[in-house]
């Protein structure tokens, strides 16, 4: 276990021993810099850093902008902005939501040390984690299937599970032109288990899971893209408003956390590249795709068949082929980022 290895100082255990885990707080005490630490305060048990310092140890620029209500990390390439109490950061505008609200004391805006682990850092810095994982094996898991035909929109003739397989197969393509290796759950109208997925998945030693979906709501206006990396522990899913003593739990696939971060934050950026939004962001939920698999993964809902515009864009194989084409733009971006870090 990623951790449990590591030289524990005793003096770096107290600011964060109400983590209540050994390993995670070995870990944070590994990654996050002695100069960080000393400006942490505690709220309710957590520990928050000074997002002035933060964006320092990045080489950013740190200022509020006029009003006081959004404070902002900025260097040449990223701007990441950060309002006051909230559970979402804007990074080069992509909304990210956090484990916690950000803190306001004193002038200062603070953000919890967990997201700083497990946002910023996978992002920013992913070089600082241990046991980069290779990148040649993608499973591409189309969601739904057989008896269970997802959401649908009966006006445009849509079904998700046939959307879902059919871009998953445009994607197999263009993955295996750039020479990944691809493994598909299925290829074919049938219908497998969420369990089953991920364990063809872990059976297959893939390095990369990859789970595509589309959305549908009651509302009719309802419509963008969005894609999930599984919860950290001891964080809430982002539908959630606080943990709760069920999110204490562990999940094999949070071993994977910072690469679940990287992944699920180039496929969402080169989605609304790619298609033009609307940005729904990058979210955290555990689905049970992504809670057992023994590698990094991201689920992502590729639009909303409830959505008119879009149900009548998704009939159209050349849409659906730019929906192909972004999704592995993102995962070429993240094999980029993967072999800098070499
Ligand atoms: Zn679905």
């Given at each position: 276990m990623r951790g449990s290895a590591l030289p524990v100082k005793v003096g770096q255990f107290v600011s964060c021993i109400?983590?209540?885990s050994l390993a995670l707080c070995t870990a944070l005490s590994f990654c996050v810099p002695t100069a960080l630490q000393a400006r942490q305060i505690q709220v309710d048990g957590q520990p928050y850093m000074d997002l002035a310092i933060v964006g320092k140890s990045f080489g950013m620029q740190t200022y509020w902008l006029k009003g006081y209500k959004t404070f902002r990390l900025r260097s040449q390439w990223t701007t990441i902005d950060f309002g006051k109490n909230r559970r979402v950061l804007e990074l080069n505008e992509l909304p990210i939501y956090l484990g916690f609200p950000t803190v306001e004391s004193n002038g200062q805006l603070f953000l919890a040390a967990a997201d700083y682990k497990q946002v910023l850092q996978p992002i920013l810095?992913?070089?600082?984690?241990?046991?980069?994982p290779a990148i040649q094996r993608v499973v591409v898991d189309a969601g739904h299937g057989g008896k269970d035909?997802?959401?649908?929109?009966e006006a445009y003739g849509l079904m998700e599970k046939n959307l879902t397989l059919d871009v998953s197969l445009r994607l197999k393509g263009l993955l295996e032109r750039a020479g990944f290796e691809v493994v598909m759950t299925?290829?074919?109208?049938v219908y497998l288990s969420l369990q089953q997925r991920a364990q063809m998945a872990n059976r297959a030693q893939a390095d990369l899971f990859v789970s595509l979906h589309f959305n549908a709501a009651g509302s009719s206006t309802a419509s963008g893209l969005e894609s999930f990396a599984l919860t950290p522990q001891y964080q809430a899913s982002s539908k959630y408003p606080r943990p709760t003593t069920r999110d204490s739990k562990r999940y094999p696939g949070n071993d994977y956390d910072p690469w679940n971060a990287l992944i699920t934050y180039h496929v969402e950026r080169a989605l609304v590249q790619g298609l033009g939004g609307p940005d729904r962001g990058m979210k955290r939920a555990r689905w049970a795709v992504l809670k057992d698999l023994n590698c990094p993964g991201v689920l992502t809902?590729?639009?909303?068949?409830?959505h008119a515009n879009t149900a009548k864009k998704l009939r159209s194989p050349a849409f659906r082929q730019e929906i192909a084409q972004s999704l592995f733009e993102g995962i070429a971006a993240y094999r980029k980022r993967l072999q800098r870090i070499q």
């Open positions: 109400l983590f209540q810095t992913p070089q600082v984690f241990r046991s980069r035909s997802g959401a649908r929109n299925r290829d074919s109208d809902e590729l639009g909303f068949v409830s």
